[in-house]
T-cell receptor
Framework: AQSVTQLDSHVSVSEGTPVLLRCNYS??????LFWYVQHPNKGLQLLLK??????LVKGINGFEAEFKKSETSFHLTKPSAHMSDAAEYFC??????????????FGTGTLLAVQP | DAGVTQSPTHLIKTRGQHVTLRCSPI?????VSWYQQVLGQGPQFIFQ???????GRGNFPDRFSARQFPNYSSELNVNALLLGDSALYLC???????????FGSGTRLTVV
């Protein structure tokens, strides 16, 4: 069965410093992986997705993630945090090969706080 | 283009009542999924519909049901509401060949 584990429930950084949000996955085949962001009282926004193409995936708002099969990891990074990045971030795996007929399995979320 | 739209945005119901939540996918998207997000947790899969057929069901009781209409919009129905059904209900749609789901802003259901 597919699953993801987000290693930190809370991360706090200062504005202008790098962001690292950690995610490990478990999958019996090559997974489709995603990062979603949720701002307070909002829906979910797709940041980026990995679907077996390039292992370094670039997303919106300067975020990127690297798929490392040997480490079963898909960590989310950003070189310089902005106040507007404060939100909850979810690492997500698709239960199949991706596409319109697969369900998404969410991690427990990482709450990112950005200090001025 | 309009995104995924959900209605209503907020809803307060009494225990034992029934509720219907509605979702309109992005134009051209044939797949609609429903998720429940309890406060402080990640979303949990409830249902998926593709081309008006149920393609998946999560670990939810039979009080939860859904359907998809010919125009690909969808309804989620919950009967005999319990306090524990209080949550944000999210709808997502996906194009046939893509791997990224687009979520609506959700319906906040409070059961009192």
């Amino acid at each position: 069965a597919q699953s993801v584990t987000q290693l930190d429930s809370h991360v706090s950084v200062s504005e202008g410093t790098p962001v690292l949000l950690r995610c490990n996955y478990s999958s019996s085949y090559s997974p489709s992986l995603f990062w979603y962001v949720q701002h307070p009282n909002k829906g979910l926004q797709l940041l980026l997705k990995y679907t077996s193409a390039a292992t370094l995936v670039k997303g919106i708002n300067g975020f990127e993630a690297e798929f490392k099969k040997s480490e079963t990891s898909f960590h989310l990074t950003k070189p310089s945090a902005h106040m507007s990045d404060a939100a909850e971030y979810f690492c997500v795996v698709s239960d199949g090969y991706g596409g319109a007929t697969n369900k998404l399995i969410f991690g427990t979320g990482t709450l990112l706080a950005v200090q001025p | 283009d309009a995104g995924v739209t959900q209605s209503p945005t907020h809803l307060i119901k009494t225990r034992g009542q029934h509720v219907t939540l509605r979702c309109s996918p992005i134009s051209g998207h044939k797949s609609v999924s429903w998720y429940q997000q309890v406060l402080g947790q990640g979303p949990q899969f409830i249902f998926q519909y593709y081309e008006k057929e149920e393609r998946g069901r999560g670990n939810f009781p039979d009080r939860f049901s859904a359907r998809q209409f010919p125009n690909y919009s969808s309804e989620l129905n919950v009967n005999a509401l319990l306090l524990g059904d209080s949550a944000l209900y999210l709808c997502a749609s996906c194009p046939e060949e893509d791997y990224g789901y687009t979520f609506g802003s959700g319906t906040r259901l409070t059961v009192v």
